[in-house]
């Protein structure tokens, strides 16, 4: 098992910048890729950014260019800064770890609001 733990999220202006963090523990070795999903009310749960082990680093068409994911593998923390923040990312931003048996693990999510 994995167990996941976002930080970083708040209350930020259109054009602003914020870091998310997620620490994860447990059987960390066993992680295939990691990624952050967001949700926003009334909508689905979407990809934002993806980086598998030793792959191509996705990001969704909407941020490509604003947000960066990265990994710190000394601290099993996996980072995503948010560049140029706009309304529409406001959302809960989840962590995602994806296992060697593709078992899926979720962190409890952390709140993103940009006001205009």
């Known amino acids: 098992q994995v167990q996941l733990v976002e930080s970083g999220g708040g209350l930020v202006q259109a054009g602003g910048s914020l870091t998310l963090a997620c620490a994860a523990s447990?059987?960390?070795?066993?992680?295939?890729?990691m990624g952050w999903y967001r949700q926003a009310p009334g909508k689905q749960r979407e990809l934002v950014a993806h980086m598998p082990s030793g792959g191509t680093i996705n990001y969704a068409d909407s941020v490509k260019g604003r947000f960066t994911i990265s990994r710190d593998n000394a601290k099993n923390t996996v980072y995503l800064q948010m560049n140029s923040l706009k309304p529409e990312d406001t959302a809960v931003y989840y962590c995602?770890?994806?296992?060697?048996?593709?078992?899926?693990?979720w962190g409890q999510g952390t709140q993103v609001t940009v006001s205009s």
């Open positions: 995602n770890a994806v296992l060697e048996n593709f078992s899926r693990y």
């Open positions: 447990g059987s960390i070795n066993s992680i295939n890729a």
